[in-house]
């Protein structure tokens, strides 16, 4: 079997969803199953390592400067008959150009087609149209996630939350859950020492951290409200944001309203495979207060390295914050959410929430996720060959009657 993925982002722009598509890729392939992925071109990106990368001329997003837009004709050209031939299946995992692209791609050769919903598109529109009412932001965004759900033959959601999130939406496409899991890699013990020694973060000082993209719907001005509470018992403390994007000017001058400046540090993005297991092992105290996650793959690369994780539970983070995972799970609070972390600063490295925490991130090894994806897939081609066989189109292809009934 070949699969061809199509997404607007991939690395080297950092996010969940191009860390969802390499760990399934590398996982694919282990596995026997071949995978292409078109995606965008990045300015003076260095060339791919990764074998099977189609990329595409791309163009700017106005007042985003990480992301690319695929330009119309390159991604045309790209998305011929020569590839169609050697692809079983298209899998979208954006619900932007590629959505459009991967699926008109799809109908035109006979493809089955299918979509991971990565995005919670309701906050996410809210956060970059501010201007929008939120009631009419949230209408648009379903009624934009119900068209898009109905263009395909099933679906991947990363959580059961966010499967029922959409089945609240009135989605009727088969939905599927399935986690992205965590490498092999993310399992290696990260060198704690060397990560502060890099950034002069002294040995003896508490480290709160935070991982991801430094983006509003991320929550980190609670995140910061929060530290300021911290620092009321544990005046030592410091704070690390590890990541890039459109909140850190605003971040940056919140911390410095709330008198706290000297104290927080935005390091940007780092190296996933040789930096950030560095970060996560230096980490006292991971925290997290998102409300948009659909997964949160942060969480679990946490717990791989035994860090103590205090995390609101919202959405797709849900499914990981589950019982006994050995997390301090609170609501988003800023009293008890400073007491979570304290308590968290205050763990020994013996002491068994830890076990917990590594115990529970290892259940989510991404290599059996990989071998359900590839059930996953079976099951759709062999109904696209059904359809086939008595005179249909293949799921997923132009008629939404056919492959709704």
Excluded at 112 to 129: I, K, R
Excluded at 299 to 313: F, I, K, N, W, Y
Aim: hydrophobic residues 40%; charged residues 25%.
């Amino acid at each position: 079997m070949r699969v061809l993925f199509v997404s607007d982002v991939y690395f080297p722009r950092v996010n969940g969803v191009s860390t969802s598509i390499r760990t399934f890729r590398a996982d694919l392939a282990q596995a026997g199953v071949e995978t292409l992925l078109v995606t965008p071109e990045y300015p003076n990106a260095s060339v791919d390592s990764e074998p099977g990368i189609i990329r595409v001329p791309s163009g700017g997003v106005p007042r985003d400067p990480e992301d690319r837009r695929f330009l119309g004709k390159p991604l045309r050209r790209a998305l011929n008959a020569e590839l169609a031939a050697q692809v079983d299946l298209v899998h979208i995992h954006t619900p932007f150009i590629a959505h459009y692209a991967g699926v008109r791609f799809a109908r035109e050769h006979g493809l089955p087609v299918v979509a991971t919903y990565h995005t919670f598109f309701e906050d996410y529109l809210h956060h970059y149209v501010p201007v929008l009412p939120r009631r009419i932001g949230r209408f648009i965004a379903r009624r934009f996630t119900l068209s898009q759900c109905d263009d395909v033959a099933a679906l991947i959601s990363p959580s059961a939350p966010m499967r029922e999130a959409l089945l609240e939406y009135g989605v009727q496409t088969p939905i599927e859950v399935l986690p992205t899991g965590l490498p092999a890699e993310s399992y290696a013990r990260g060198d704690g020492a060397r990560f502060r020694a890099r950034f002069k973060l002294p040995v003896d000082r508490p480290l709160l951290l935070y991982v991801g993209r430094v983006a509003y719907e991320k929550n980190i001005d609670f995140l910061l409200r929060t530290f300021v509470r911290v620092r009321n018992q544990r005046p030592d403390a410091l704070f690390v944001v590890a990541g890039e994007g459109p909140a850190r000017e605003h971040l940056v001058k919140l911390a410095r309203e709330l008198g706290i400046s000297n104290e927080v540090r935005f390091i940007g993005y780092l190296n996933r495979s040789t930096e950030l297991p560095d970060c996560y092992a230096a980490g006292d105290a991971f925290v997290f207060a998102s409300r948009t996650e659909t997964q949160g793959l942060v969480l679990l690369e946490a717990m791989a390295q035994g860090t103590p994780v205090v995390s609101t539970a919202e959405l797709g983070t849900r499914s990981i914050l589950t019982e006994g995972c050995g997390a301090f799970v609170v609501p988003e609070e800023e009293e008890p959410f400073a007491n979570a972390v304290i308590a968290a600063l205050a763990l020994g490295k013996d002491d068994p929430r830890r076990r917990q925490l590594l115990a529970h991130a290892e259940s989510w090894a991404s290599q059996a996720m990989a071998r359900r994806l590839i059930t996953f897939y079976e099951g759709v081609c062999n109904k696209a060959r059904e359809a086939r066989k008595h005179g249909r189109r293949p799921l997923g292809s132009p008629s939404r009657v056919e492959h709704s009934s």
